[in-house]
């Protein structure tokens, strides 16, 4: 199994520079305060699209060969990962056909209408995603960007920790959410070639802790009835993303549904920006376990700010 190196993340970097926006990194003195640690936020949801997601998919829509692109590319994605591929080919100029649950939250599905993209509904189970996919490529020819068990993406999405790790430095941990893996796949090549000595610890809904219990007993255990309002967050781990991070992730740790909302409105209302829930589970974790961060410098990656207003948690 070919897996991404720390070259492919700078190769992703350069290529991608003109499309991406270059986000910043914040810090909150309260929030320092209360976890007693120093945080430094990444804010993807900054990000065009509102999320990471649009590193990976701009990597992998613009390392294709004319050939491929002409026919256009497809995935299923349940929002922020649709709505990067549909932008992403906007801009190149080709088509985008994304398969979405029908129980997707309304914002993304708006959000992926409005950059052109081809829309199909499907039964919100990821058999259905799968088999509707399947048959709209074999229709169609296009190339399928899966939404992280792919090279091009993962090598996008360490992007984030390549600008994090140039505007921070000394960082002793870094974090960020897992669902799929391929943030976090990304974040711990980038991390374990600028600082072997930093810590990369993920972090997960206590409901939907899938990739907690495969990195525990070392397979891939798959995502059954997730329940968490982290609704970025609901997929199993791909294999390769599953590589990387028995490879180079420290540790992963889980978040109750409570502590996620407290994340998620501390980060509201200390910093006046808006994120999702899978956003605040690094926050989230570090609430639960403030001996474990106590002290330390950490990194970490907001990945999305794509929430529905009508509809918010606390």
Not at 170 to 184: A, Q, R, T
Not at 259 to 276: F, H, L, P, Q, V
């Amino acid at each position: 199994m070919l897996l991404p190196e720390f070259s492919d993340i700078l190769s992703a970097h350069e290529l991608i520079k003109p499309y991406i926006l270059r986000t910043p990194v914040l810090t909150s003195r309260s929030i320092n305060f209360l976890m007693g640690c120093e945080l430094f936020f990444k804010c993807e949801n900054f990000q065009k699209v509102g999320a990471f997601k649009f590193r990976g998919a701009s990597n992998a829509v613009f390392s294709l060969r004319d050939e491929a692109a002409i026919l256009g590319v497809g995935t299923h994605s349940s929002g922020n990962h649709a709505a990067a591929l549909a932008l992403a080919a906007k801009i190149r100029g080709i088509e985008a056909h994304i398969v979405m649950p029908s129980n997707a939250p309304a914002v993304k599905k708006i959000a992926v209408a409005g950059y052109g993209a081809h829309i199909t509904f499907c039964e919100p189970t990821l058999q259905s995603r799968e088999e509707t996919l399947k048959k709209i490529t074999e229709d169609l020819g296009l190339t399928v960007i899966h939404p992280y068990n792919n090279f091009k993406v993962i090598s996008g999405q360490g992007t984030a920790a390549l600008e994090l790790f140039e505007d921070c430095k000394e960082l002793e941990i870094m974090m960020c959410p897992v669902g799929g893996g391929g943030l976090l796949a990304g974040t711990a090549i980038a991390t374990k070639n600028l600082i072997p000595g930093c810590r990369v610890i993920a972090a997960e809904p206590r409901g939907a802790d899938d990739a907690y219990r495969s990195f525990r007993d070392g397979y891939i255990h798959p995502s059954v009835q997730p329940l968490t309002i982290a609704d970025g967050l609901l997929t199993s781990l791909g294999e390769l993303n599953f590589a990387v991070i028995q490879q180079k992730v420290d540790d992963i740790l889980t978040a109750s549904e409570e502590s996620i909302i407290a994340a998620m409105r501390m980060i509201w209302e200390r910093m006046k920006i808006i994120i999702e829930p899978s956003s605040a589970l690094p926050l989230a974790v570090i609430m639960e376990n403030r001996e474990k961060f106590a002290g330390h410098r950490i990194g970490i990656i907001l990945s999305g700010g794509n929430v529905d207003l009508s509809n918010l948690p606390f």
